[in-house]
């Protein structure tokens, strides 16, 4: 995508004065290959996790690539980078209006949240391009004055390949005061966000495990989206828990979006809702003929 990584490097460049870099999340590549390229070129390397009290993660950190150089280097760089990371959602940029240092201690602010459910602080993958926008999206004020202040680009390939981002701005006054710890803090409402938005990326993720055969080889961001349609349907007729969820997925895929809307499932999703059974219990309830008539070969049949 020569025109896409030219843009890339067209936007880093944009913004003189800045520090330029190139966030890789080396947990998701090939990580012989991906060191392998930084020392045959001799990029400047940063690890951000190395003086916190994450690195004993070490070169499975997330790791800044910074630039000094004109923009075709750059547009070379990702090419390079692109090629290496397989798709994996590994790859983002940002321009920093800090120090490195500063930087660093703000992406190892980011690397470890500590939750409304947990007594202990847990690991979060931030340079994963799947997590990093829910991850900005959630954040109180406070806390993305707290990004702002050092960050003012931060950019990645969404699922379909097309660039976004997200922009720092200098927090207004009535954000509320950052608590200042070395680690994020998520609130129930934030947490509950992060969960409902990565959802659909989990149930993926089993999806590829244990029913391969129902995941597309291509055009993975489109399927994404039909898993987020889908679990919007579970949603609106009440089911819950993974499992059920799971369930609800695995049928809207093989039976069609709509298997819900079957009349003859009226009691199931009445006994659903009311937590009279959940959906796999109900599942086991149905006849061999609502079976055969959700069958996608029986529907199609003239």
């Known amino acids: 995508m020569p025109s896409t990584t030219g843009e890339v490097a067209r936007r880093l460049l944009s913004d003189d004065g800045l520090g330029r870099y190139l966030l890789v999340d080396p947990a998701l590549l090939d990580t012989d290959r991906f060191y392998a390229l930084v020392r045959r070129r001799g990029w400047i390397r940063h690890n951000t996790l190395s003086t916190s009290s994450l690195a004993a993660f070490g070169d499975l950190a997330p790791q800044l690539l910074q630039f000094y150089g004109a923009e075709h280097q750059i547009e070379s760089a990702l090419g390079e980078l692109l090629k290496v990371s397989d798709d994996a959602p590994a790859l983002s940029w940002l321009t920093c209006r800090g120090a490195l240092a500063e930087l660093r201690g703000l992406l190892a602010y980011l ?11 847990i690991h979060c993958r931030f340079a994963d391009t799947r997590v990093l926008p829910v991850l900005l999206s959630v954040l109180s004020s406070g806390q993305r004055s707290r990004v702002s202040h050092v960050i003012d680009h931060w950019g990645w390939f969404d699922r379909a390949g097309i660039i976004s981002g997200w922009s720092g701005s200098v927090a207004d006054a009535t954000a509320e005061e950052d608590d200042g710890d070395d680690h994020l803090h998520l609130n129930l409402e934030q947490f509950h966000a992060m969960q409902r938005a990565g959802e659909a990326d989990a149930m993926f993720t089993i999806l590829l495990d244990k029913t391969s055969e129902l995941v597309p080889t291509s055009e993975r961001g489109r399927f994404h989206a039909e898993l987020e349609r889908y679990l919007a349907n579970a949603s609106r007729l009440k089911v819950s828990g993974a499992e059920d969820r799971l ?15 079957h009349p003859a499932l009226v009691d199931t999703w009445a006994d659903v809702a009311a937590g009279r059974l959940s959906f796999i219990q109900a599942q086991a309830t149905w006849s061999d003929d609502l079976w055969q008539a959700l069958d996608p070969l029986v529907q199609e049949a003239p």
């Open 111 to 121: 690397a470890k949240v500590k939750t409304h459910e947990r007594k202990a602080a």
């Open 247 to 261: 369930q609800f997925l695995v049928m809207s895929l093989t039976c069609g979006e709509r298997f819900y809307a």
